[in-house]
Nanobody, 116 residues
Framework: QVQLVESGGGLVQPGGSLRLSCAAS????????MRWFRQTPGKEREVIAIVTPTGDMTRYDASVEGRFTISRDNGKNTVDLQLNRLKPEDTAVYYCNAQYESESYWGQGTRVTVSS
């Protein structure tokens, strides 16, 4: 049974940090491209960070580059997203996604709220 379980969301003040984690099971984790998406009400889910199966390459959306860092541990089947210098506009539900060819799996999401 495929599972992606996100954790680490919460309420944080502007300028603060959070670390999101996604625990994967039920598939060959180190074959999959891993991505973090986020979604706010009324908007489409958008990809913000990508890491290749071996972890050797990462890509970021311009809105988060330099503030967020994606990393993966293929030994633990986890992918993390470090969120630094958070802004109110980072408030969203954050989703973990695993993709390999036509297969795509999603977690249930974890909510991040940036507010003073």
């Amino acid at each position: 049974q495929v599972q992606l379980v996100e954790s680490g969301g919460g309420l944080v003040q502007p300028g603060g940090s959070l670390r999101l984690s996604c625990a994967a099971s039920g598939f060959t984790f180190d074959s999959y491209l891993m991505r973090w998406f986020r979604q706010t009400p009324g908007k489409e889910r958008e990809v913000i960070a990508i890491v290749t199966p071996t972890g050797d390459m990462t890509r970021y959306d311009a809105s988060v580059e330099g503030r967020f860092t994606i990393s993966r541990d293929n030994g633990k089947n986890t992918v993390d997203l470090q969120l630094n210098r958070l802004k109110p506009e980072d408030t969203a539900v954050y989703y973990c996604n695993a993709q390999y060819e036509s297969e795509s799996y999603w977690g249930q999401g974890t909510r991040v709220t940036v507010s003073s």
